[in-house]
Structure formats: C-alpha cells, structure tokens
C-alpha cells in the first residue's frame, strides 16, 4: 500500500533540518582563526612586502594547491571571474575572436569573454548537463579562437571528446572548474586539461574563503602572462623594472590579486578539501543506492561517476509538466528539492536570462566588441540556440548534498523520493 504523501495529511519522510550548501564555509574554525591571526600579527596583509619579512601565505596556498592537483603553475586571485578573464588574456583571446562557452554555467563564464572584447557563441548541453560535443564541433568557424568548458554541478565534462576536438581544430581550452574543485576525470584532476583551469573560492563553493579564484597552467608562457594581466604592477617579475625578456611579455593589465587573509583561509580550507569530498560522495552514494532502481526517474548521466564531486543529486522525470508537482511533494516531506529550468523565473546559470547577451549589452554606447572592426563573423542570439538545454534541465530535479548531513539525513532522503516517486509517477 502506498505511504500517504505529506503534500496530502501524511508524515514528512525527513524530519531532521536540512543544511545549507555551504561545504568548507560550514566548516571554518578554528584553523582558518589561526591562518588569519598570523597574518594580522605580523601585518603582512600583502604578498610582497610587509613590516617585516615574512613568507607569502599566498604564495605558499599556491604551492599546495598546484601539488594538489598536478599543475606545474598556479596563480591566486581574488574572484574566479577574474581567473577566467585572465586565461582569454594570457591565451591571446582578443578582438575578432569567438569563443564557445556552454548554455548552461553561470553568467560569469560568458561574461569573461566579452570582458576580454571577444565575441561568445553559445553550445548546447547534453545529458550529462554539461557542454556537448557533437554541437561543440558544429560551432567552430575560421572566427573561433577557444573554448571554455564548464564542469557543472561537480560533475566532470566528456574531456576525451573535447580535448580532442580542441587539438584537431587548435583551438585554446579553458577549464571552468568552479563547481568541481578536487574532481577528476578518469584518474586526473580537473582544471589540468586545458590550457589553463580556472577556480572559485567564492562562499557557495566546495573549499571558500568568501570570495576568491586561481587560474593554474603547466605552460611557462601563459603562466608569465596570468601573472602579468592579474597584477598590472608588475610586482612579480625578478625586476618589475627591467625591458622585456622576450617579446609580448609587458602588456597593460588589471589587479587581480588575491590578498594575505584569503590566502590564509584557503590555506586551511585547502586541507580540509579531501575530507569534504569523501563526506559528500559517501552521502550521495548512499542515497544513490536506495533509489537506483526507481521506475519514473533517470539519474544524471556522469561522464565519470569517480570524479564527481557529489555536490550534487540530479535526475530526470520524463514528462517535464510533472517535475513541479513532483518538487513540491518532496518539498512537503522536508527534502530541500528544486527544479532547474522554469522559463518564467529569471538564473544566471541558464543563457535564457542571460540578457546582457541576447541584447548584446556592452559598457559603452559603441557596442564593442560586436561593432569591432576586427570581427569578420556575424552572430545573433535566440532562446531557441540550444534546445536541448531547456529540454534537458526541465526535467531534472536537483537536491544538494552537503557534506554535513548524516547517514539518517541520507536514508530520508532517499525515502522522501521513493515515497513521491511511487505516489506520483
């Protein structure tokens, strides 16, 4: 017999409160109080130069995080957006050039392009919610400079298909890595295919200090040129006053620089990142395991379920008309559930509402870089560009997985959406 829904008079299926998704800013103590109150009673609040000498806890956050993840070069900054649009910088992205970002990432990851007076062309996803690479190839034109990839939701991208798209047309690859940081994809770390892997720090993310970013490479080029276009000072350089040591090497830049307090909270959130990961996976499995075999419902498709970083539990109902009845049912039996597409309500995180691209928006009446006369090509912009976007994620119901919860809080969980699922589907 089946279990009366709550929606309808009967128990809630979860009683216990839900945790924000909050992963490492739940779990600032009393390391991260340590890191930041070294810093203040030295008063070295900036990474070269204090009072007195004393090592950079930036640059030490650097380190560790680049034997982290196996990169040879990382460079701290103070927003992840600022990583991106420092990668278009250092890889040469420019007036003229298009490059392809996903329709479904956060505004930022578009924004960066025309930051950078480049002109973004904008590909479908697929079932694994992330970039797709059949439409990805179909998007490349004499005009297209690189692509950003987006590991949305902690879940990795098909990197075997878009590495070797990338390589076959030569075209730059920038790793948007901000939802994944720690998850792999088949043994190796994201943000390590690319050309350059661009992080957040910022306070929804796994490991955060508020706010904050990276940008890491293996190339000695690109890293002296992130260098450069972060830290327009040239502070970094052996002599920030000496001529060029190889041509293209000083440009004009911004200040993108990450400061010695959130390199001190990164430094103990770093460490904490292995265990908060293995909390987060441990809970999504275990809910996993007890819904697995649900008729009504398809679990999101990984490209690799070993390098997901289980922020996230996602899956599909088949008839999208039926998900915001089903939401609000688990709703109604405790379960923080949401939907991923509704047309009618504005997210920065679906190119729908992206407007300042539809309008092509720009911060001067010129409309550079649509106007300029660098660029050849012809773009416009429609909420029909990418149909399986909009398909795919009305669709989808998405249920946080905070590392905080408890194996009771997972068994609940799973018990909510079996008890709806065999209610209603």
């Known amino acids: 017999m089946t279990e009366e829904l709550a929606i309808n008079g009967g128990p809630r299926a979860k009683t ?36 007195e000498e004393h090592p950079s806890k930036v640059a030490e956050f650097e380190q560790r995080f680049a034997e982290i993840i196996g990169a040879k070069y990382t460079v701290a900054m103070n927003a992840c ?12 992205v420019g007036p003229g050039d298009e490059v392809i970002v996903p329709a479904y990432t956060f505004f930022a990851s ?14 479908d996803i697929d079932d694994s919610l992330t970039m797709d690479p059949d439409h990805l190839e179909s998007l ?24 070797a798209i990338c390589r076959q047309h030569d075209l730059r690859l920038i790793e948007d890595t901000a939802q994944a940081c720690g998850g792999t994809y088949k043994g190796r770390m994201l943000g390590t295919f690319g050309d350059v892997g661009c992080f957040s720090f910022q306070y929804h993310k796994i490991i955060t200090a508020g706010e904050g970013g990276l940008a890491a490479t293996d190339d000695d080029r690109l890293y002296n040129r992130l260098m450069g276009y972060h830290d ?44 908060l990961l293995a909390r987060m996976r441990r809970n999504k499995k ?20 070993e390098g997901d970083t289980a922020v996230s539990l996602v899956f599909m109902l088949e008839d999208k008309d039926r998900v915001p009845y089903f939401i609000e049912a688990l709703r109604a039996e405790g379960v923080d559930a949401v939907g ?25 009446s010129e409309g550079c870089p649509y106007t300029c ?38 068994d609940m969980i799973a018990r909510a959406i079996c008890k709806v699922t065999e209610a209603l589907l």
């Open 340 to 364: 991923m597409f509704n047309q009618g309500i504005p997210d920065w995180h679906i190119y729908h509402h992206w407007k300042h691209i539809m309008d092509k928006g720009t911060v001067t």
């Open 81 to 92: 957006t600022s990583a991106l649009i420092s990668a278009l910088a250092a890889v040469e």
């Open 140 to 163: 490349i034109n004499e005009h297209t400079k690189a692509v950003i990839c987006v590991h949305m939701r902690g879940v990795p991208c098909d990197m075997d298909r878009i590495t």
């Open 286 to 305: 275990r809910i996993k395991n007890q819904i697995k075999d649900l008729k009504g419902i398809t679990l999101r498709r990984l490209n690799d379920e």
């Open 373 to 410: 006369p660098y660029y050849k090509g012809e773009i416009e912009y429609s909420p029909n560009d990418c149909p399986n976007t909009p398909e795919h994620l009305s669709r989808a119901v998405h249920i946080d997985v905070p590392p905080q919860m408890s194996e009771e809080d997972c």
């Open 110 to 123: 578009c924004a960066a392009v025309v930051t950078a007076r480049a002109i973004p062309r904008i590909c």
């Open 232 to 275: 327009t000072a040239a502070c970094w350089r052996p002599d920030r006053f000496a001529p060029e040591r190889y041509e293209g090497e000083l440009f004009c830049g911004q200040n993108y620089r990450m400061s010695e307090v959130t390199g001190a909270i990164m430094l103990a959130q770093l460490a904490k990142l292995e265990g």
């Open 16 to 51: 216990t409160p839900n945790y924000p998704m909050y992963p490492g800013g739940l779990e600032i103590g009393e390391e991260e109080k340590k890191q930041v109150l070294e810093v203040l009673d030295r008063k070295y609040l900036f990474r070269y130069y204090g009072p």
